[in-house]
C-alpha cells in the first residue's frame, strides 16, 4: 500500500515538475494544493509546490515559496530536498530586498553539509552564483544551458549519432525532464548529415570567435598601415560574413528548443499513466534513470581565456 502511494505521489510530482518546464507555474501550484490536501503533507509536494512559486520570479511568488519551505521543514525538519531548495531561493536573493531571508542561505547550507555532505542538491546550491540548472534564477540564458549540454554529450560520445542517441533514451526515461528533452532534440538535429560545421562551432565557438577576431584586426591594420585605400567595409563585410554560421547555429539551436517545448507540452496534456506504467517508463528500461546533468558555469575557463586572448589582440 506504501509503494502504492508513493508511487502515485511520485507522478503527481513529475506531473507538477511538467507544468512548470512548460511555463504553467499555476496549474501546477493547483494540483500540488489538491495532492497536499488529498493525500496530506509530503515533502517532495512541498517542494514542488514551492518551486512552482519561485518559477514566477516575483517576489510576492517568492515570499509565498519561502512559506512553503517553512511549512515543510517544519514536517520534514532534515529533508535534503527542502533544505536545498530553501537554501537556493536564499542564496539567490537580494541581500538589500529581503536581507532576513539571505542571511538564513548560510545557515541552512550549513545543516545541509552536516546532513548530506555528498548529496547533488548541496551542489546545486553551491553552484548558485557562478552556475545554473533549468530551474534557477542566477542569469545563465536557456540556450547556454542548452548549448553546454549538446556540447559535453557530443564531446563524451563516440560519434555524433551515439550522442543522438543516449539522449533519445535519456529523454525517453524521463519525458517530463525538460533539461533531457531538450537535449534530445538538440543532438538529434546536430547529428543530421552536413551539421558538422555546426557540432564543431558548438563545441569550438571560443576558438572561432577568437580567429575571427584576429582576422578583423589583421584587415584593419593592413587599411591602415599598407592599403589605405581599401575601404573599412572589407573588414566589416568579412566579420558579417564569417558570423553566418553563427546564425544559422542559433536557428537550429531555436527550433530545437521549440520542438522540445512541443514534445513538453504534449506530455503535460496526456493522461497520466497509471503507477506501474509511470514505474516502468521512469526506470528506462534497464534499470537505471537517467543522469542528473551538471550545472552549467556562465562562463568556462576557455571561454575566459579566448576572450583575453580577443581583447589583447
Known amino acids: 500500500m506504501n509503494d502504492s502511494c508513493d508511487r502515485v505521489r511520485h507522478d503527481v510530482r513529475g506531473r507538477i515538475d511538467a507544468l512548470v518546464a512548460a511555463g504553467r507555474p499555476g496549474e501546477a501550484r493547483a494540483v500540488a494544493r489538491d495532492a497536499l490536501d488529498a493525500d496530506g503533507p509530503d515533502a517532495g509536494l512541498f517542494l514542488a509546490l514551492a518551486r512552482a512559486h519561485m518559477a514566477e520570479d516575483d517576489d510576492d511568488h517568492d515570499d509565498a515559496a519561502e512559506q512553503v519551505f517553512r511549512k515543510g521543514l517544519d514536517a520534514f525538519p532534515d529533508d535534503v530536498g527542502l533544505l536545498a531548495g530553501y537554501a537556493e531561493l536564499c542564496a539567490g536573493t537580494d541581500a538589500l530586498d529581503r536581507p532576513g531571508r539571505h542571511a538564513r542561505g548560510p545557515v541552512l547550507l550549513a545543516r545541509l553539509k552536516e546532513l548530506a555532505p555528498y548529496a547533488p542538491e548541496l551542489l546545486r546550491v553551491e553552484a548558485v552564483g557562478s552556475s545554473v540548472s533549468t530551474n534557477s534564477r542566477s542569469g545563465v540564458p536557456v540556450r547556454r544551458v542548452q548549448a553546454y549540454d549538446a556540447a ?58 577568437f580567429a575571427v577576431s584576429v582576422l578583423v584586426a589583421v584587415l584593419i591594420v593592413v587599411r591602415i598601415s599598407a592599403a589605405p585605400s581599401l575601404p573599412y567595409g572589407v573588414a566589416t563585410g568579412a566579420a558579417l560574413l564569417l558570423a553566418l554560421p553563427f546564425v544559422g547555429l542559433r536557428r537550429q539551436l531555436r527550433t530545437a528548443r521549440e520542438r522540445a517545448a512541443e514534445r513538453m507540452a504534449a506530455a503535460v496534456t496526456a493522461a497520466a499513466p497509471d503507477a506501474e506504467e509511470a514505474g516502468a517508463v521512469g526506470d528506462g528500461g534497464d534499470g537505471f534513470g537517467p543522469p542528473e546533468l551538471r550545472p552549467v558555469p556562465r562562463v568556462t575557463p576557455r571561454e575566459y581565456a579566448f576572450a583575453g586572448a580577443g581583447l589583447a589582440s
Open 152 to 209: 559535453r554529450s557530443f564531446a563524451e560520445a563516440p560519434t555524433p549519432q551515439a550522442a543522438a542517441a543516449r539522449a533519445a533514451q535519456w529523454a525517453a526515461g524521463a519525458p517530463r525532464d525538460l533539461r533531457l528533452v531538450v537535449l534530445a532534440e538538440t543532438t538529434g538535429a546536430l547529428a543530421a548529415p552536413g551539421r558538422s560545421w555546426s557540432r564543431l562551432l558548438l563545441r569550438r565557438g571560443s576558438e572561432y570567435r
